[in-house]
């Protein structure tokens, strides 16, 4: 489609569009011929419009042509492309077919909710500023925190027929020039013909999209995307979304807050370590509590024992059914809490689970220790940072209660092994997932569990010092 612009007229352009009731395409009848001027309602300031077109009107045809050749700089001819291109940006078309003159006027009309805190990552001391689906404001609120001239952002369009732009932000003298290559190779390589989410782009940018465990770090927080720029990561962003994709991480990201760097080392390593002591306990608790009443009754004390065998006897189903049913339950009344209205949502989930949870366990269909147990669990699971982890750790405790039920211990060990040699396969944009553990450094190791006082290191040696590069 190389046709020069002077091929564009009023009933292509109708045609195109569908005569859609937003766009306008008015004749202009001006000193030095006839023309036409397009562009959309929805997307342009009219007092914007009407302001540059009346200051065109006033120019004489050797300046419009000069104009129109330095509206775009990197452009030196104006084809269908790039002209329907604009029109669908906000931009205003003045177009004078007879005279091959095409203007685009600068006149998208910019607006965005104010940069709220996000939802899902409230923090009790810091920033409470947020992404929004502006992709100029976002950069803007990077740009501010991070006033430095090594401070590369690139935008790359993202398919071949598709309208939509995803930019890469990362720090020269930080990054790995290697990770920054695969980075923007992949994102050069993006198909498509309609605009993506923040979610489809993740598939392409990841290294293993059938993994259950994530592999680019999302967030709308800008403070923490400052803070993984420099320790030399790459953060990606899209038009029209305020999710911001982070990579290369480790597994041992998503467990961290933050909170963790707002609050004194102390006790931000206590609950880093908290965080940590929840996985185990999110992933392995229902599996081993059904190892123990299926298998392994005698690890545990006489009147425990008796206790437990009391409540087990009296149910007409083995425990995995038990587990099963009360642990797809809590999922549902998650999911049932999120869909609904927000001021009645929370009450629902927490009602409902007391009033069901109560009546379960009068009818004999559960266990109260299955209760205790399921609870525990669905607690622990809230306390990881990150909501992509958390689904990817509550899916992965059911293989874990089924290989319990199957081989007791010696199951959950199998189910163990095999989850880490899963994760010992893992990359992110070609970055060791496990590290600091696989492959092993003891320097770096001890970021994952303390957080020390920030004068005890410098910020150029942090944990991800092997995706950085120094300047030469």
């Not at 997307?43 to 419009?49: C, Q, S």
């Not at 750790?393 to 059911?398: D, K, L, S, Y």
Request: charged fraction near 20%; glycine fraction near 6%.
């Amino acid at each position: 489609m190389k046709n020069p612009a002077s091929m564009i007229d009023k009933y292509f352009l109708e045609d195109l569009f569908y005569g859609s009731s937003d766009l306008v395409i008015q004749e202009v009848q001006w000193t030095i011929g006839k023309g036409f001027v397009c562009y959309f309602t929805t997307l342009v300031d009219t007092v914007e419009t009407a302001k540059q077109i009346e200051l065109m009107r006033s120019r004489s045809e050797q300046a419009l042509k000069n104009w129109g050749t330095t509206a775009i700089s990197t452009v030196q001819t104006f084809n269908q492309e790039q002209l329907i291109e604009s029109i669908c940006s906000g931009m205003t078309l003045l177009i004078f077919p007879e005279m091959n003159i095409q203007i685009q006027l600068s006149t998208q009309q910019f607006t965005a909710r104010s940069p709220d805190e996000p939802i899902g990552e409230t923090t009790v001391r810091g920033s409470h500023e947020g992404f929004v689906e502006s992709l100029e404001q976002n950069l803007y609120m990077i740009r501010k925190r991070l006033a430095i001239p090594d401070l590369v952002i690139r935008t790359v369009k993202m398919g071949k027929e598709n309208n939509s732009y995803a930019t890469y932000i990362y720090i020269d003298s930080l990054a790995d020039p290697d990770v920054v290559l695969e980075a923007a190779n992949r994102l050069k390589n993006i198909p498509g013909e309609y605009a993506l989410g923040s979610g489809q782009m993740e598939d392409y940018l990841e290294d293993t999209v059938y993994s259950p465990f994530p592999q680019l770090l999302n967030t709308e927080r800008p403070d923490r995307v400052v803070e993984n720029l420099l320790e030399g990561k790459i953060a990606f962003l899209i038009d029209h979304s305020p999710t911001v994709l982070i990579g290369p991480v480790t597994f041992f990201s998503f467990f961290q807050s933050p909170d963790d760097y707002n609050a004194r080392p102390i006790v931000g390593t206590f609950y880093r370590l908290l965080r940590l002591g929840g996985l185990a306990m999110a992933v392995l608790l229902p599996a081993f509590y059904i190892a123990v009443v299926s298998y392994h009754f005698e690890i545990l004390p006489n009147d425990i024992s008796q206790k437990v065998k009391l409540t087990v006897n009296d149910l007409p189903y083995r425990p995995i059914i038990e587990a099963l049913f009360l642990e797809l339950f809590i999922e549902l009344i998650r999911e049932a809490s999120l869909r609904l209205p927000t001021p009645i949502g929370p009450t629902i989930g927490i009602g409902g689970g007391l009033v069901i949870g109560d009546a379960v366990v009068n009818a004999g269909l559960v266990s109260n220790i299955m209760i205790v147990v399921v609870a525990i669990t669905a607690i622990s699971s809230y306390v990881i940072p990150s909501p992509e982890m958390n689904m990817s750790i509550r899916i992965i405790r059911f293989p874990f209660m089924i290989m319990a039920t199957l081989f007791g211990f010696f199951g959950m060990s199998i189910m163990a092994l095999l989850l880490y040699i899963h994760l010992l396969n893992l990359s992110s944009l070609k970055q060791p997932y496990f590290s600091p553990l696989i492959p092993f450094d003891a320097s770096r190791l001890w970021v994952v569990f303390l957080r020390l006082p920030f004068f005890r290191h410098h910020p150029q040696q942090k944990t991800f010092s092997f995706f950085r590069r120094g300047r030469k």
